[in-house]
């Protein structure tokens, strides 16, 4: 499974942005869809996931600000970002892990979102 970031660029504070993650291939069942993201010189941190049941998980930071979705008949994972912050200024990662046989672990290439103040 290759996954293809897009949707990254400069924004000022307060506004919104739209990440799309798109899947080649076909998803197996029970892969979860996830959005990290890295600054340069720190650990990649947890965004946001869902489940292929829907089930959704934020990291504090961002809980009420950002919004992930899922198509599964597209198999594409969508990061609706609103409210951003210059803290928010990072590469976003796409990623998908399946824990059970066949188990994987995808990662896109990642995208950049700067955020000015």
């Known amino acids: 499974v290759q996954l293809v970031e897009s949707g990254g660029g400069l924004v000022q504070a307060g506004e919104s942005l739209r990440l799309s993650c798109a899947a080649s291939?076909?998803?197996?069942?029970?892969?979860?869809l996830s959005w990290y993201r890295q600054v340069p010189g720190k650990q990649r941190e947890f965004i946001a996931s869902?489940?292929?049941?829907?089930?959704?998980d934020y990291a504090n930071s961002v809980e009420g600000r950002f919004t992930v979705s899922r198509h599964n008949g597209k198999n594409t994972l969508d990061l609706q970002m609103n409210n951003l912050r210059p803290e928010d200024t990072a590469v976003y990662y796409c990623?998908?892990?399946?824990?059970?046989?066949?188990?994987?672990?995808?990662w896109g290439q990642g995208t950049l979102v700067t955020v000015s103040s």
């Open positions: 990623k998908a892990r399946r824990n059970m046989t066949p188990v994987f672990t995808s």
């Open positions: 291939g076909r998803l197996p069942g029970a892969t979860t």
């Open positions: 869902v489940t292929s049941g829907g089930i959704t």
